[in-house]
């Protein structure tokens, strides 16, 4: 009877698997402008690969989501429709970090399935997207796991920073070193966004966005030159690790446990031909969720002067410096004096670092708030997660009544379905109360800024404040990060740094800290880099005595009408121009190489603009300060010379005349 029994089986699975192949069906779907190429295979598994300009860039690679009751949706799948539509919309953004209007334009198609799923895919002219929508109706739904994979057909190269955690805790800031597929570890994984490039120089950057009520997807090297999807797990039992970490013992043995219907995560692949293109690329922020209709009007992006990274080390004053009363009027009186909009009071304006209500005796929060009030800069308050977690609504009421701008919720370092949810629970809570949200210890963006408008930017960067404790952060980093970390969204890098230094004078100063590269360096970043809350990293009193930086750094906005790729090679160089108004401002920056650059200014035909110029100065390869500013007239009808030192930038505003 066993050996009848055996026997059924093996013909049951040669019927399903032939019944399978007989109904195997290829799909293509093409990008408007018909360069990109997805090819979804329906047979024993859906796989699906993708072509861009005739070359196959991503071999079939299979995807499936299995449920807690066994069910695979993906496997030995039953089309029962299809459809392809195409759409041109234009997305107008609340706080427009690269553009105010977007062109949302886009070849979709949806695949029904029995079994109550479905998948769609979407071909953009700049990236391609998947995700899966399940119509099952039941009280909720469990996800044991996903199946990602891509498969390459070369070794391609890669800037991939591997987590070594394996309950994926981390704070997310990569470094991205240049390497290749092949030179990972088999089940080494990586948190996104992860960019590979073919030998051609044809870039894919690889991530995730309208993610809500599921983890983060990490890829790991699947041993064979690909990847695949890894999760982190809802945690079953942990111990707290002083006043902001925990050791997780154990994990549940499923990914997430959610509700359905239900629309999962996108799936996303940026291609870019070039690899100016990354810097301009939207595709993640058109695949999330629009927010509500309503007045937007309170929501002020603007610039921050930052107490932490230079450790309130002010000098010139006739009081003590620290975490008081007296320190953060300085502050207030220095934002005014150069029209910043804010100050931040990070780490130990609080009692106890657990305790969010109450002060530290030294500082009085209402008092600073309505002294700031008087001199029109607003204050942001910086708290840890998991206090504000376990009493949200009674905290945030506090803030709200004291008058301040936003918070900085810091420290979450994890992934798991629990803490995306939180994230969200977070933006909701403030945008009811009209809160402004910097997230830190984050992971990547992932969309939620789109929906909710009030969370300007994130941390989960690699940036400056590592300065204080390492050698890392170096001008090839710096110029690697707007080609990587940026492309999904804003990243709060907190530049600003008044101290610079050349490779050879870099030194760890953690109360004094300084930046590898040029000033000329530094100022480029308010131009390149993309965040509606943009710090000032420095002491007052450094930015005080470097008045004329500072001055030139707070007339360059933080959020843009329009922006440009000029220029750029990954871990090279990077040049953009942004516009906001009617001024024009243009940034670059080049790793430790001297840099000699002709670009076009395609926005610019016909029109002549005056420039206000801050370069290296003649000396900067020997003292990093050094640099100049020069006012000059520049033709847009002519190539624009940029020239750079080592570890240097240039930044130009430019005023269209007349």
């Given at each position: ?512 800290p300084m930046s590898m590269g040029t000033r000329a360096h530094q100022v480029a970043m308010y131009v390149l880099y ?129």
């Amino acid at each position: 009877m066993k050996q009848i029994s055996y026997q059924k089986i093996f013909l049951f699975y040669v019927f399903v698997l032939t019944m399978s192949f007989a109904q195997a069906k290829d799909i293509v779907l093409l990008s408007p402008d018909k360069k990109i190429q997805v090819k979804v295979e329906i047979a024993d598994t859906v796989r699906w690969s993708l072509q861009v300009n005739g070359e196959q860039l991503l071999n079939p690679g299979a995807i499936w989501l299995k449920l807690g009751n066994g069910n695979i949706l993906g496997l030995a799948p039953k089309l029962q429709s299809q459809k392809i539509t195409a759409y041109h919309k234009t997305i107008t953004a609340v706080v427009p970090i690269k553009q105010k209007k977007i062109d949302d334009v886009y070849n979709e198609l949806v695949l029904s399935f029995k079994d109550d799923y479905s998948i769609i895919f979407r071909a953009y002219n700049d990236g391609v997207a998947y995700r899966f929508i399940t119509n099952i109706k039941q009280n909720g739904i469990t996800i044991l796991d996903e199946k990602v994979s891509y498969n390459f057909p070369a070794d391609y190269r890669v800037f991939w920073s591997g987590e070594k955690s394996p309950t994926f805790q981390s704070h997310y800031e990569n470094l991205y070193p240049d390497s290749t597929m092949s030179a990972i570890k088999a089940n080494d994984y990586a948190a996104m966004p992860l960019l590979v490039q073919n030998k051609d120089g044809v870039n894919l950057l690889f991530s995730e966005t309208d993610l809500y009520d599921y983890p983060n997807l990490f890829l790991a090297a699947d041993g064979y030159g690909g990847l695949k999807s890894a999760f982190p797990k809802p945690i079953a039992e942990s111990k707290p690790v002083r006043d902001r970490d925990i050791r997780i013992i154990k994990t549940h043995d499923y990914i997430a446990a959610t509700t359905s219907p239900r629309k999962f995560p996108w799936r996303t692949v940026v291609v870019a031909t070039q690899d100016k293109d990354l810097l301009v690329n939207q595709l993640n922020y058109k695949l999330a969720t629009p927010p509500p209709t309503g007045n937007y009007d309170w929501i002020k992006p603007g610039q921050v002067a930052w107490d932490w990274w230079n450790a309130n080390n002010i000098y010139g004053v006739n009081f003590k410096s620290g975490i008081n009363t007296e320190t953060y009027k300085y502050y207030i009186d220095f934002a005014a004096k150069f029209g910043i909009d804010y100050i931040m009071l990070d780490e130990g304006w609080t009692r106890t670092t657990t305790d969010l209500m109450n002060m530290n005796p030294n500082i009085d929060v209402k008092a600073l708030i309505d002294y700031g009030t008087t001199k029109n800069v607003g204050v942001w308050l910086w708290c840890l997660w998991e206090p504000l977690d376990k009493d949200m609504d009674k905290i945030l009421d506090q803030y709200v009544a004291w008058g301040a701008k936003g918070i900085k919720v810091d420290f979450m370092a994890r992934a798991e379905q629990y803490m995306v949810n939180y994230y969200e629970r977070v933006a909701k809570a403030c945008m009811q109360r009209k809160l402004m949200v910097d997230l830190h210890g984050a992971y990547k963006p992932v969309g939620l800024h789109y929906q909710y408008p009030n969370v300007l930017t994130y941390e989960g960067v690699r940036g400056l404040e590592n300065n204080k404790w390492e050698k890392t952060i170096t001008p090839k980093h710096n110029v690697t990060l707007p080609f990587t970390r940026m492309v999904p969204g804003p990243m709060d890098y907190t530049p600003g740094a008044m101290i610079n230094a050349t490779a050879t004078n870099f030194n760890v100063v953690f109360t004094q800290p300084m930046s590898m590269g040029t000033r000329a360096h530094q100022v480029a970043m308010y131009v390149l880099y993309e965040s509606p809350l943009q710090m000032l990293a420095d002491n007052p009193s450094n930015l005080l005595k470097e008045s004329v930086t500072t001055n030139y750094i707070t007339k360059i906005p933080t959020v843009w009408d329009e922006s440009h790729a000029l220029d750029g090679k990954i871990a090279e160089y990077a040049v953009m121009a942004r516009k906001h108004g009617n001024s024009w401002y243009i940034g670059a920056m080049t790793n430790w190489k001297q840099r000699s650059l002709q670009v076009d200014l395609p926005f610019a035909k016909g029109k002549k603009y005056k420039a206000v110029i801050f370069k290296d100065g003649i000396n900067s390869d020997k003292h990093a300060s050094d640099y100049q500013i020069v006012e000059t007239t520049i033709s847009g009808d002519e190539l624009l010379k940029i020239d750079m030192a080592s570890g240097g930038g240039w930044t130009a505003i430019l005023t269209e005349v007349n």
